[in-house]
């Protein structure tokens, strides 16, 4: 079953609540041997934490991760080690402002789990969202830095490529670029624009929508599982879970509908060693396996929904009202998404090599 | 483990390739009690099955399917009940055509699993593609038909929307016209005009993408299990695991990503009984759980990789060559998946609505 | 979920009730390039079936198998090979005798599921006992003829080793006497002794329980993965779930609990390459993970509840009555489960060992 | 997948290592709702926690739990209630002696997962055993008391039936007693006697195994899914799972071979709403759903491997050597798996109910 866990072989569970003592990941099936070290994984909390700019919530959270099982170092080991056993990594909640939550207590906001986690459940951890925000996605960067270490050889990077209307231009893209901006964007031009943008749109208290593109490349032929464990399909799942999210492809994605056959179908020639493709319209994958080519993924993450413009909605006791959700909001919650997409990637394919290896015996293709 | 399997409480596992004797479904965990007779699934299928129009495969199956166990009748019960036992569901294989395969037993076809398949698993079945082939979805269809005993009382219905670069006019939207052209399409302007296209293409040797639309009318508030349970990544799953798809989308989907939290966030009003919302941007998911709206997914299929014209390639021995793609393809594989897209609806949904049972002994929401 | 699915990455699914058209299972998981044949899996079949003696059934079934999916032969492979893809195995049932089941349909026989499936799911298919009838078994041994495949080089044997009172003395133990007689005995004296004690039991209209030992030989170090995904608690699940078992032991079993440390604890020495062990008590597990001795599991199945002594119970409206079951039953059902033994014993193994792989990239141990 | 995870719909994942900075569990799947304190966790850790007699290993660990998420408390709930998202319970461990390991470090312990544990995983964190201690168990503890609290109405109690050769007798059988002796012994008499011999056999360096005896009353009749997810076939893998444990029955269990059929069957009578059993030798099961009698489980746990006598062994580096495992080890590890018995049992009933209520609506039987 499938409700706070994520994956098969590879595979991590989450718990926690915005504000509540703390949140964390239980990473599971990680093989034995592997590098691991705090230092490795706050690398990647680091770049989704909040408060590091203008353009996302000004919570103040160090996020620093602690890990509590699964590594061992004795003097024979190269530095720490994964054992094998369960990878138990916890973040505590430092910055849960003491505010009066009785304005979203008794009001459902639009736009937000609000009105069905009480209609579910029968009653909900209103502070500040409970489990339905996206604070939980912290625990999904940490257990995508120890699949990092899974896959290690493959490079998994994203880049914010929409805002609102704006996107980027492929020309620009350059992936030195990411480290550079506040938006983790790999088009500069872009990115400039993006911050007059999103500071307008900030400043009318509103919010904004965005697009987000994750590469992954030097990931071997042969990863998925068809029919329904397809590494298309767990991508889909994946980024489908992340916080805000309405949409996901893969490759040409919606644009394969307006294409031809001729056009769309990826022509291979032969290498040195092993074939190649003279494009990359399927992102990667063909029939639910890996090809060999760059996985690519694009999903779009929905404005915020928390703004400080009143909307028409409900109190639990179904009456008219207004709401407006003060408090510490990103203006485009697509930006931090950035890191948790290429988590999600990573996580996706930890799993899929180590299902891969215990099918075939093999961690990629046959091989010519 | 998800290879062939997909669901949780409600859940089926299809087996069966193109050119085999028979191809089938098991599907397990639906309750005791529901009726079901082969002409119930047979009515689904018999929308899936190919050779209905020219613009599917002209391949002839009967695609008649048989009850081979978890259904009992005794004088007691009204008609055939199922048992709470795994539903056995086989659907020989009549037509497959003696041709000479040999073209593509050496070949790889682009666009195609071939590649993917060899490398992974060091062999193929190259009869028609094997495993690969679309012709697995007739054994979702078959699962959809008893999953849709499950939810009875929701509505679940699809139409193509998109063909190649020619959308319907959602103005003209009405499911009565679904049934009356061969594209299941709502927009019967938009019909008849792909009806011309489709023939240019296919004259042409060429094939073309689509969208389809499904939607989930009559769902109870409170299905789906966060985190990594969402009914929107369910479905997301569901639908990228159905050949050639590409893309997946819920409520406004991609264009979210344009959209500011004023306009995104469907706002509420005090019902009669419960409360209401004045949009569906959403598409009936908030926080991965139902909302009570119609749930609507959207889903892009690439265009048929098997086209009459040359595509360059590389033989199973790295060399480079050309290859044609004979035998009966659809020119839209698009319009055959509309049926099967609701029966990954009716899937999902059935699954969890079991899982929201289980977990709260209830149905839907709370109410008030 | 595991209704009607056993295993994680070599899994099998069963379908099929006593008394309708057919039963099968179908295999997912199954590493690509094995063979695999009919005949192979009929060899394992033909040791169930019923009607081989007089201790057995005189149900007259051929169990013919029919492998529908997952096996592909070209002119490349030698014979037929396992393509990666599921394997659909049939089993039509041919003498489903046309008896009256009224007697049956409104009484529910002690002993039996009758109560349990009525209560649970509303109705029941009471033909033979429908879906809890201990023909299901014969999917298992189709299931575990694959898996044998799966750990080629592992020796999977078995033998009854108690009848109602009399066990057998394990200085006569001869595996090659297993074959010579109708218990699948590997000690000729209790063999003869069983023979007449069962003629007895049977002429009396009674029924009797037995004890079954499975020995899997030449396991490698290393498989089975802590804590709940043991060998030893799979391996007791598959027994448990067996007709009519009611326990399960490995290695020293009970026996452990009056046994003290310095009895009970396998004593390790030096080997030419690896250690061994002085004794196997552990019965080849240790914190459940295979040690490279005889993994070892003995079962206890009760007594064929379906006897010709007329016993007390109720009718289906809560009335007392007496039943007599009649028709064809197994004196000692423990006999013919001695192949479904080795049969879930082979899947497990199987199961662990791809898991194994996945998780380490090896067969076995790391070696020195 | 299950490697550290137990249960479907109620299930939990436990991590920790006995030498680490804290052990805990994430319980996923609980309803919403449920009243849950601290204290009512606490009240069934302390029972199992070490050093409370002579009896058990002298290290001192408060086993004091934290729950760090999925229970809220707002003034309209009364207490603190479960929220239906994870809940995240952590114990630290407060008296990791900082013993020198090196002895074990480079010795596999005989009986113990030392050698299993190293070959497989390539590294081990020979602390105390690490992963493989029964220190793990206190997480199984902290689940079941809120598993409790599912199966509410539901009664589960432990007594400890056998240590070493000596069995109680059920003449003396009275529940009372189990709080009353240290060793959870429901024969007053019994327990008097062990104290004695546990006296003799700590003071020789050994240790002894023992046989604990769960039963469950008030269960539903209904619980439970065949074929494969068998109430009794995950009773078998959930107390199978426990450290040490080498043997699991259900009811009459191994004795049940020795019965005839007539003897064995639980014959039934008509009861004033509901029919009812004349005996239970089924232990409350009838193809592995429940009857409604009592749940009758009973385990047996090996000996404790620790020793202080000195064992034959091998080194890491397989050469020959003696081990004398000094530390604080309970000389009968079954007396503190009575209340991890309890905990398994209260785990695998919660996960049956949930599932139960999915597949059927109800929460138990049709009823008459």
New interface residues.
Partial sequence: ??????G??F?F?????SH?????V?V??C???LALTEEMIQRDLDRRKPGQSKYTTQRREADAV?I???V?E?E??DGP?T??????L?IENIDQRSKDYSEI?DK??????D????????????RGG???SAR?TAARVAAGAVARQVVDGVSIRASLV?V??HKIDYANFDWDEVGKNPFFCADPKAAALWADYLDD?RKQG??????IEVVAENVP??W???????L??????????INA??????????D????????????????A???YF?SN???G???????GDPVVVRF????????L?P????TT????TDVVTKGRHDPCV?IRAVPVGEAMMACVLADHK????????R????G?
């Fill in positions: 079953m499938s409700f706070n866990t994520f098969h072989l595979r569970t989450t718990w926690g609540e509540g003592p703390a949140l964390g239980v599971d099936g093989p034995a041997g602690k509590l099982s699964g061992f004795d024979r080991t080690r054992t094998g056993t369960p990878i138990s916890m207590r459902y906001r639009p736009g937000h789990a009105y069905t986690y009480h209609q579910k459940y029968g009653l909900r951890d209103y409970g489990r339905s939980e929409q609102g209307p749109v509103n919010s904004v929508g965005a697009v032929v042969g998925g599982a068809p029919i329904y464990g397809k298309s399909a767990d991508l889909a799942s994946a980024m489908m879970s999210v309405k949409a996901v492809e893969i490759g040409a994605g919606f394969a509908a307006e294409l031809t056959g001729i056009d769309n179908a990826d022509q291979m020639r032969a290498g060693d092993t074939p003279l319209q399927a992102g994958i063909l029939g639910g396996i890996s090809n779009a993450v929905k404005p915020t929904s928390s703004i413009t909307r028409q909605t409900v006791s179904n009456e008219d697509g180590l299902r891969h290896r215990g099918q075939t015996g961690d990629g293709a046959i010519y």
